[in-house]
C-alpha cells in the first residue's frame, strides 16, 4: 500500500509506481534493466505509459518515424498500435493493450517491456 499523504504535488492524486524490466535483445540499459518506474498522475491510457518509457529511456526500438502522436494512437486498435509503435508492455506474461486505461496497473505491479 501506498503511504498515506504521498500524493501528486496538489492533485490529492495517489503516487504510483510499478516494477519495469526490459526483456529485449535490442538494447541493454544495464543496471536499468530492472527498475523502479513512478506514474505520472498525467498518464491516462497504457499508452501514455508506453511513450514515457520510450523517451525516458531513449530507447533504440523508438516509436517508428511516420507513426502517429499519442492523441492518434489511442483510437486505433491494439493490432495497429503494436505493430506500428514496435512496443509491447506485458505483465503477468499478459499482454497489456495500449488502449486500456492506466487503472489497469495497481502499486508495485511488474510490467515488461517486450
Known amino acids: 500500500m501506498m503511504e498515506s499523504g504521498r500524493s501528486a504535488a496538489g492533485t490529492g492524486t495517489p503516487l504510483q509506481r510499478v516494477r519495469l524490466q526490459f526483456h529485449s535483445p535490442d538494447f541493454d540499459l544495464g543496471p536499468l534493466q530492472r527498475t523502479w518506474l513512478l506514474v505520472p498522475p498525467s498518464a491516462r491510457e497504457v499508452n501514455d505509459l508506453a511513450w514515457l518509457i520510450c ?4 530507447l533504440k526500438k523508438q516509436w517508428q518515424e511516420g507513426a502517429a502522436s499519442p492523441s492518434c494512437l489511442s ?3 491494439t493490432a495497429i498500435l503494436t505493430e506500428c509503435s514496435g512496443i509491447l508492455l506485458e ?7 495500449l488502449t486500456d486505461p492506466i487503472e489497469i496497473l495497481r502499486d508495485n505491479d511488474t510490467i515488461t517491456y517486450i
Do not use: I, R, S, Y
Request: aromatic share 14%; net charge neutral.
Open 91 to 97: 505483465m503477468e506474461g499478459f499482454a497489456l493493450p
Open 55 to 58: 523517451d525516458k529511456f531513449k
Open 75 to 77: 483510437v486505433c486498435t
